[in-house]
């Protein structure tokens, strides 16, 4: 009797550990996630029938021991396909952007699911649960079991305090340390000479995803939880410091859909840069009348720290500096200045700094068809959003530059959503700064034209991080996500040899040529100029081409790219083209084809290149003027730290 009943217990057990297996291919047959269903649940990812993600863990763990994903039981399995061209609001990379994918749709008893989207671009997945009360979330099981042959790319943390702006560190899988913290987006070189990045997209009340490396060498995701005591809770700088966190990452309403866990595949690194599956997974907007939205570049006073010369006042937050700069933007068609930090008490917005009257700034501006963009702290906004918004919509402003979020756990995630959409009924545009990666954002809230979470021109005053090893990385990697706040264009030139960390008086590494590549390399719907318009003044003929490239795009080609190395995009606006080439540190020449171009026509092109001496003094360039057409190669010579920079349209 009791061989008998351990037999049926053997085979009662055995059957809940034959697994369950689905498999979904992406509609070119390129990709495949295989989704193993036992006692848990496991995913693996292939691309070409190599695979790229080992079996994998997926769960969410809730309160009273609750975990969707242990003892899983399917009841219902649903497959899909999509095939739409969506047309963006904002177009930050071109017109159109196809939308083909294959969906399957896991539902288990327990009122969960699980949504599987295979793309020619890539694999997402993510849970959706049917709950009628409050879900309290402990966490969520994200893990990614790569090849430890492989490479990877990322952003090392120390905390979960952070404005996102630390260097990459490429390190081999195996070689990585146990409980290393890092932030989205990571960048896998897989063994089999593959790229991986992995990141999120439609994070909504939910913290967002970090990763450890556990004693596996396996990336484990980690959250920051729910902060539970603030330091001071009314300061407006210590207002963002948590001292304490709780026992759970979320509380949140318990119908919903939760964060796409976005893995996007490439064969060749350059493709990741054309690669829109974050935006794609991305939740439409609901509004329909985006007309007032005006990407445009903009200057702003802050970091060229408003260091004037050849004028008859003395430069600074005051009336005549605020007019000097909308006269240059006037003058050189800049249609946005932002008035940073000093324009009012950092602590208190409604408190305007006494040397400025802002309606007179404001009717100057109009006069001028210029817009003011405010720059405002995080916390400040944070305690009246619908007030402030109302405050500085009334004054005339045309959108807000928004610091120091320095974190994205649930509350500062709510926030995002909080102030975009408020911005949004305001018609305001939005620069987020001092803030996490992009996580699809801009398509639920197409005024969110911008986005910091990346190191950048700003840190030229204190560090040397912001280099061109720096430019031929981030595109590859945090420009996947979405657009970025650089501050790109500076006149103020300097070779390693050259460079000096002066805060008042900051210079950007890499050439001149370098510099004016970099507004067409790097993506950002508001494109903002660091200098001052006395720099500027003195380099007329850097600053009205600058001034001229658009900030959007109806058509991206990646001519040639190597991660870390160089990059050369085409980007084509109206029937336009610019064509930019950057390189690191090393010297490089390359031949480019111009076959992007169309048949039988004949282009101006206008160019920037390195100078003769540029390995010397990064401030020599040479400008030139030939003819092109599309059988044409051109030949690009790149100093140390160089580039090139072409504007091409038909005679």
Same mark, same amino acid.
């Given at each position: 009797?009791?061989?008998?009943?351990?037999?049926?217990?053997?085979?009662?057990?055995?059957?809940?550990?034959?697994?369950?297996?689905?498999?979904?291919?992406?509609?070119?047959?390129?990709?495949?996630?295989?989704?193993?269903?036992?006692?848990?649940?496991?995913?693996?990812?292939?691309?070409?029938?190599?695979?790229?993600?080992?079996?994998?863990?997926?769960?969410?763990?809730?309160?009273?021991?609750?975990?969707?994903?242990?003892?899983?039981?399917?009841?219902?399995?649903?497959?899909?396909?999509?095939?739409?061209?969506?047309?963006?609001?904002?177009?930050?990379?071109?017109?159109?952007?196809?939308?083909?994918?294959?969906?399957?749709?896991?539902?288990?008893?327990?009122?969960?699911?699980?949504?599987?989207?295979?793309?020619?671009?890539?694999?997402?997945?993510?849970?959706?649960?049917?709950?009628?009360?409050?879900?309290?979330? !402990?966490?969520?099981?994200?893990?990614?079991?790569?090849?430890?042959?492989?490479?990877?790319?990322?952003?090392?943390?120390?905390?979960?305090?952070?404005?996102?702006?630390?260097?990459?560190?490429?390190?081999?899988?195996?070689?990585?340390?146990?409980?290393?913290?890092?932030?989205?987006?990571?960048?896998?070189?897989?063994?089999?000479?593959?790229?991986?990045?992995?990141?999120?997209?439609?994070?909504?009340?939910?913290?967002?995803?970090?990763?450890?490396?556990?004693?596996?060498?396996?990336?484990?995701?980690?959250?920051?939880?729910?902060?539970?005591?603030?330091?001071?809770?009314?300061?407006?700088?210590?207002?963002?410091?948590?001292?304490?966190?709780?026992?759970?990452?979320?509380?949140?309403?318990?119908?919903?859909?939760?964060?796409?866990?976005?893995?996007?595949?490439?064969?060749?690194?350059?493709?990741?840069?054309?690669?829109?599956?974050?935006?794609?997974?991305?939740?439409?907007?609901?509004?329909?009348?985006?007309?007032?939205?005006?990407?445009?570049?903009?200057?702003?006073?802050?970091?060229?720290?408003?260091?004037?010369?050849?004028?008859?006042?003395?430069?600074?937050?005051?009336?005549?500096?605020?007019?000097?700069?909308?006269?240059?933007?006037?003058?050189?068609?800049?249609?946005?200045?932002?008035?940073?930090?000093?324009?009012?008490?950092?602590?208190?917005?409604?408190?305007?700094?006494?040397?400025?009257?802002?309606?007179?700034?404001?009717?100057?501006?109009?006069?001028?068809?210029?817009?003011?963009?405010?720059?405002?702290?995080?916390?400040?906004?944070?305690?009246?959003?619908?007030?402030?918004?109302?405050?500085?919509?009334?004054?005339?402003?045309?959108?807000?530059?928004?610091?120091?979020?320095?974190?994205?756990?649930?509350?500062?995630?709510? !926030?995002?959503?909080?102030?975009?959409?408020?911005?949004?009924?305001?018609? !305001?545009?939005?620069?987020?700064?001092?803030?996490?990666?992009?996580?699809?954002?801009?398509?639920?809230?197409?005024?969110?034209?911008?986005?910091?979470?990346?190191?950048?021109?700003?840190?030229?005053?204190?560090?040397?991080?912001?280099?061109?090893?720096?430019?031929?990385?981030?595109?590859?990697?945090?420009?996947?996500?979405?657009?970025?706040?650089?501050?790109?264009?500076?006149?103020?030139?300097?070779?390693?040899?050259?460079?000096?960390?002066?805060?008042?008086?900051?210079?950007?590494?890499?050439?001149?040529?370098?510099?004016?590549?970099?507004?067409?390399?790097?993506?950002?719907?508001?494109?903002?100029?660091?200098?001052?318009?006395?720099?500027?003044?003195?380099?007329?003929?850097?600053?009205?081409?600058?001034?001229?490239?658009?900030?959007?795009?109806?058509?991206?080609?990646?001519?040639?790219?190597? !991660?870390?190395?160089?990059?050369?995009?085409?980007?084509?606006?109206?029937?336009?083209?610019?064509?930019?080439?950057?390189?690191?540190?090393?010297?490089?020449?390359?031949?480019?084809?111009?076959?992007?171009?169309?048949?039988?026509?004949?282009?101006?092109?206008?160019?920037?290149?390195?100078?003769?001496?540029?390995?010397?003094?990064?401030?020599?360039?040479?400008?030139?003027?030939?003819?092109?057409?599309?059988?044409?190669?051109?030949?690009?010579?790149?100093?140390?730290?160089?580039?090139?920079?072409?504007?091409?349209?038909?005679?």
């Amino acid at each position: 009797m009791k061989k008998l009943l351990f037999l049926q217990v053997f085979i009662f057990l055995s059957l809940l550990t034959v697994a369950q297996t689905y498999e979904l291919s992406s509609p070119d047959s390129k990709n495949k996630i295989s989704i193993s269903i036992t006692e848990s649940i496991k995913y693996t990812v292939a691309h070409e029938e190599v695979e790229l993600i080992g079996p994998s863990f997926i769960n969410m763990r809730l309160e009273n021991n609750t975990i969707l994903g242990r003892m899983p039981e399917v009841i219902d399995v649903k497959k899909s396909s999509v095939n739409n061209t969506l047309k963006p609001v904002i177009r930050v990379k071109s017109t159109t952007i196809d939308e083909v994918y294959n969906e399957l749709a896991i539902k288990f008893k327990n009122n969960y699911s699980l949504i599987f989207r295979a793309y020619n671009e890539g694999i997402a997945y993510r849970f959706e649960t049917k709950f009628k009360k409050q879900l309290t979330v !402990l966490d969520e099981k994200v893990e990614i079991n790569i090849d430890k042959l492989s490479y990877v790319y990322y952003p090392r943390e120390t905390s979960f305090l952070s404005m996102s702006e630390v260097p990459y560190l490429y390190q081999q899988v195996k070689e990585m340390k146990e409980d290393e913290l890092g932030s989205l987006p990571l960048l896998f070189k897989h063994s089999s000479n593959a790229f991986v990045l992995f990141t999120e997209s439609d994070l909504d009340d939910y913290p967002g995803l970090w990763f450890r490396v556990d004693s596996l060498k396996n990336f484990a995701g980690t959250f920051p939880a729910v902060p539970s005591k603030i330091k001071n809770e009314g300061h407006c700088w210590d207002g963002l410091v948590v001292e304490e966190r709780a026992d759970y990452i979320a509380k949140t309403k318990g119908t919903r859909t939760f964060p796409w866990r976005a893995i996007l595949i490439a064969e060749h690194e350059k493709d990741l840069i054309t690669n829109q599956l974050v935006y794609l997974l991305g939740n439409p907007s609901s509004e329909r009348d985006y007309s007032w939205i005006k990407p445009g570049m903009a200057t702003l006073d802050w970091w060229g720290r408003r260091n004037l010369f050849g004028v008859d006042f003395e430069g600074g937050v005051n009336m005549e500096t605020f007019k000097y700069f909308i006269d240059f933007n006037s003058k050189f068609g800049i249609p946005y200045f932002v008035m940073d930090l000093g324009w009012s008490d950092v602590c208190n917005i409604y408190k305007t700094n006494e040397k400025l009257n802002l309606s007179e700034i404001f009717n100057y501006a109009n006069k001028k068809n210029v817009g003011i963009i405010l720059w405002m702290q995080t916390h400040v906004l944070k305690k009246d959003v619908k007030g402030i918004l109302d405050y500085v919509s009334e004054l005339g402003a045309k959108g807000i530059k928004v610091d120091f979020f320095n974190r994205d756990d649930q509350e500062m995630i709510n !926030l995002f959503h909080e102030i975009a959409q408020e911005a949004m009924k305001r018609k !305001l545009i939005i620069d987020f700064h001092g803030s996490c990666k992009p996580f699809g954002l801009i398509r639920s809230y197409p005024n969110v034209l911008t986005s910091e979470g990346l190191i950048e021109f700003e840190q030229n005053g204190v560090s040397d991080n912001a280099n061109p090893n720096l430019h031929t990385l981030l595109p590859f990697i945090r420009m996947v996500a979405g657009p970025m706040d650089y501050l790109p264009g500076t006149v103020n030139n300097a070779q390693k040899k050259e460079f000096y960390q002066y805060r008042d008086r900051p210079v950007g590494l890499g050439t001149r040529a370098h510099s004016m590549a970099l507004p067409v390399i790097f993506e950002s719907p508001i494109t903002m100029l660091p200098d001052s318009p006395s720099d500027y003044y003195k380099e007329e003929e850097s600053i009205k081409f600058l001034s001229d490239i658009p900030v959007v795009w109806d058509e991206t080609k990646v001519v040639d790219a190597k !991660l870390g190395e160089y990059v050369v995009i085409a980007r084509r606006n109206g029937n336009e083209w610019h064509l930019a080439a950057i390189t690191n540190w090393e010297q490089r020449e390359l031949n480019i084809k111009l076959d992007f171009l169309d048949d039988n026509i004949k282009y101006d092109a206008e160019i920037f290149k390195d100078g003769p001496n540029s390995n010397s003094r990064a401030i020599d360039y040479k400008k030139e003027e030939t003819i092109f057409n599309n059988k044409d190669v051109v030949m690009i010579q790149m100093a140390q730290g160089g580039g090139w920079v072409a504007k091409i349209s038909p005679k």
